[in-house]
Protein backbone atom coordinates (compact mmCIF):
# COMPACT_ATOMS: atom_id res chain seq x y z
CA UNK A 1 0.00 0.00 0.00
CA UNK A 2 1.40 3.57 -0.95
CA UNK A 3 0.88 5.84 1.87
CA UNK A 4 -0.50 9.64 0.80
CA UNK A 5 1.45 12.61 1.16
CA UNK A 6 -0.22 15.90 2.61
CA UNK A 7 -1.48 18.28 -0.53
CA UNK A 8 1.03 20.74 0.88
CA UNK A 9 4.10 18.61 0.46
CA UNK A 10 5.46 19.77 -3.08
CA UNK A 11 5.61 23.36 -1.06
CA UNK A 12 7.21 22.26 2.21
CA UNK A 13 10.06 20.23 -0.16
CA UNK A 14 10.21 23.78 -1.76
CA UNK A 15 10.08 25.92 0.84
CA UNK A 16 13.13 28.01 3.03
CA UNK A 17 13.81 25.55 5.84
CA UNK A 18 15.82 25.73 8.99
CA UNK A 19 16.64 23.39 11.32
CA UNK A 20 14.52 23.42 14.44
CA UNK A 21 17.89 22.83 16.54
CA UNK A 22 21.57 21.99 16.02
CA UNK A 23 21.62 17.76 14.87
CA UNK A 24 23.47 16.03 16.97
CA UNK A 25 25.68 12.75 15.24
CA UNK A 26 24.58 9.73 17.34
CA UNK A 27 27.64 7.57 17.17
CA UNK A 28 26.11 4.38 19.08
CA UNK A 29 22.82 3.48 17.05
CA UNK A 30 24.74 2.26 13.75
CA UNK A 31 27.89 0.07 13.80
CA UNK A 32 28.90 2.04 10.08
CA UNK A 33 27.75 5.43 10.64
CA UNK A 34 27.15 8.42 12.32
CA UNK A 35 23.49 9.63 12.03
CA UNK A 36 20.97 12.03 13.00
CA UNK A 37 17.65 12.69 12.86
CA UNK A 38 16.29 16.50 13.10
CA UNK A 39 13.03 18.07 12.39
CA UNK A 40 13.07 21.06 9.78
CA UNK A 41 10.90 24.52 10.42
CA UNK A 42 9.24 26.11 7.75
CA UNK A 43 8.17 29.94 7.74
CA UNK A 44 8.59 30.17 11.61
CA UNK A 45 6.63 26.68 12.07
CA UNK A 46 8.19 23.41 13.16
CA UNK A 47 6.60 21.21 11.41
CA UNK A 48 5.26 17.87 12.20
CA UNK A 49 7.04 15.08 10.51
CA UNK A 50 8.99 16.83 7.87
CA UNK A 51 12.40 15.83 8.94
CA UNK A 52 16.32 15.82 7.56
CA UNK A 53 18.13 12.56 8.55
CA UNK A 54 21.85 11.73 7.59
CA UNK A 55 24.27 9.30 7.58
CA UNK A 56 28.25 9.53 7.36
CA UNK A 57 30.47 6.43 7.28
CA UNK A 58 32.67 6.54 10.13
CA UNK A 59 35.37 4.62 8.40
CA UNK A 60 35.35 6.25 4.99
CA UNK A 61 35.53 10.09 5.92
CA UNK A 62 35.98 10.36 2.11
CA UNK A 63 32.93 9.38 1.19
CA UNK A 64 29.57 7.40 1.81
CA UNK A 65 27.53 9.77 3.07
CA UNK A 66 24.04 10.47 2.45
CA UNK A 67 21.71 13.50 4.04
CA UNK A 68 17.71 12.68 3.13
CA UNK A 69 14.48 14.51 3.11
CA UNK A 70 11.92 13.03 4.72
CA UNK A 71 8.14 13.09 5.78
CA UNK A 72 7.56 10.52 8.44
CA UNK A 73 4.03 9.43 9.40
CA UNK A 74 4.74 7.02 12.37
CA UNK A 75 8.30 5.35 13.81
CA UNK A 76 7.47 2.39 11.33
CA UNK A 77 6.85 4.71 7.99
CA UNK A 78 9.23 7.32 6.89
CA UNK A 79 9.14 8.15 3.62
CA UNK A 80 12.11 9.47 1.26
CA UNK A 81 11.14 12.31 -0.27
CA UNK A 82 14.44 13.72 -1.87
CA UNK A 83 18.09 12.49 -0.69
CA UNK A 84 21.82 13.19 -2.01
CA UNK A 85 24.75 10.62 -1.74
CA UNK A 86 27.95 11.79 -1.51
CA UNK A 87 30.02 8.64 -3.26
CA UNK A 88 28.66 5.41 -2.41
CA UNK A 89 29.63 2.18 -2.25
CA UNK A 90 26.70 0.91 -4.27
CA UNK A 91 25.44 1.54 -7.36
CA UNK A 92 22.09 3.04 -8.24
CA UNK A 93 20.65 2.56 -11.59
CA UNK A 94 17.78 4.26 -12.83
CA UNK A 95 14.65 3.11 -14.52
CA UNK A 96 13.81 3.21 -18.33
CA UNK A 97 11.67 6.19 -17.70
CA UNK A 98 13.85 8.85 -16.67
CA UNK A 99 14.79 11.53 -15.67
CA UNK A 100 14.75 13.02 -19.06
CA UNK A 101 18.70 12.25 -20.39
CA UNK A 102 19.15 9.86 -17.44
CA UNK A 103 17.27 6.88 -18.44
CA UNK A 104 18.84 3.68 -17.34
CA UNK A 105 21.82 5.61 -16.25
CA UNK A 106 24.16 3.98 -13.77
CA UNK A 107 25.87 5.50 -10.57
CA UNK A 108 28.88 3.55 -9.95
CA UNK A 109 29.89 4.95 -6.84
CA UNK A 110 29.58 8.03 -8.08
CA UNK A 111 27.84 11.07 -6.11
CA UNK A 112 23.90 11.73 -7.19
CA UNK A 113 20.81 12.98 -5.74
CA UNK A 114 17.01 11.88 -6.24
CA UNK A 115 15.19 14.64 -6.55
CA UNK A 116 11.88 15.16 -5.36
CA UNK A 117 10.24 16.05 -8.73
CA UNK A 118 11.68 12.88 -10.86
CA UNK A 119 10.23 11.25 -7.58
CA UNK A 120 7.17 12.57 -6.96
CA UNK A 121 3.62 11.79 -8.65
CA UNK A 122 1.43 14.66 -7.84
CA UNK A 123 -1.84 13.44 -8.97
CA UNK A 124 -1.68 10.49 -6.88
CA UNK A 125 0.71 12.75 -4.19
CA UNK A 126 2.85 9.86 -3.31
CA UNK A 127 6.20 8.92 -4.09
CA UNK A 128 7.16 6.53 -6.92
CA UNK A 129 8.02 3.19 -5.40
CA UNK A 130 11.43 1.76 -5.20
CA UNK A 131 12.82 4.19 -2.20
CA UNK A 132 13.21 6.98 -4.94
CA UNK A 133 14.36 5.42 -8.19
CA UNK A 134 15.61 8.29 -10.18
CA UNK A 135 18.99 10.02 -9.54
CA UNK A 136 20.77 13.03 -11.74
CA UNK A 137 24.64 13.64 -10.90
CA UNK A 138 25.70 16.03 -8.93
CA UNK A 139 27.91 18.26 -10.64
CA UNK A 140 30.59 19.10 -9.47
CA UNK A 141 31.60 16.41 -7.08
CA UNK A 142 31.84 17.76 -3.41
CA UNK A 143 35.45 17.24 -2.78
CA UNK A 144 34.63 16.66 1.11
CA UNK A 145 32.21 15.90 3.62
CA UNK A 146 31.89 19.74 4.96
CA UNK A 147 31.18 20.67 0.58
CA UNK A 148 28.58 17.69 0.99
CA UNK A 149 26.93 18.89 3.39
CA UNK A 150 26.85 22.42 2.44
CA UNK A 151 25.39 21.46 -1.41
CA UNK A 152 22.97 19.51 0.67
CA UNK A 153 22.00 23.01 2.13
CA UNK A 154 21.33 24.57 -0.73
CA UNK A 155 20.20 21.65 -2.39
CA UNK A 156 17.03 21.04 0.12
CA UNK A 157 17.03 24.68 0.80
CA UNK A 158 17.74 24.43 4.69
CA UNK A 159 19.33 27.85 5.60
CA UNK A 160 21.32 27.30 8.38
CA UNK A 161 22.63 23.86 7.42
CA UNK A 162 26.25 25.34 8.84
CA UNK A 163 25.02 24.46 12.15
CA UNK A 164 26.21 20.74 11.61
CA UNK A 165 29.25 20.15 12.90
CA UNK A 166 31.48 17.80 11.71
CA UNK A 167 30.96 14.03 13.37
CA UNK A 168 34.01 13.09 15.62
CA UNK A 169 36.36 10.74 13.53
CA UNK A 170 37.89 10.15 16.47
CA UNK A 171 35.20 7.85 17.94
CA UNK A 172 35.66 5.78 15.22
CA UNK A 173 39.62 5.08 15.33
CA UNK A 174 39.17 1.36 16.00
CA UNK A 175 36.33 0.55 13.98
CA UNK A 176 36.59 -2.93 12.13
CA UNK A 177 34.42 -4.42 9.24
CA UNK A 178 32.44 -7.14 11.12
Not at 3 to 32: F, N
Not at 62 to 76: I, T
Given at each position: ?9 AE??G???R?AA?P ?12 F????VV??V??G???L?A???RQ????D?L?Q??F??S ?5 G????Q ?5 T?TN???G ?20 N???D??RMR ?6 A?P?H????S?S ?11 I ?6 E????N ?6 EK
Amino acid sequence: MMLLLPDDIAELVGSEKRLAARPKWDARSDPRYFVFTAPLVVANVMMGGFELRAKVSRQHLDRDALMQLEFVKSARERIGLARCQWRPFETHTNKNWGPPGHELRAFHGASHHHTFEHNYLPDERRMRAGSLPAAIPIHPDPTSLSGFIAFCGECFKISDINLLEMPDANADLFWVEK
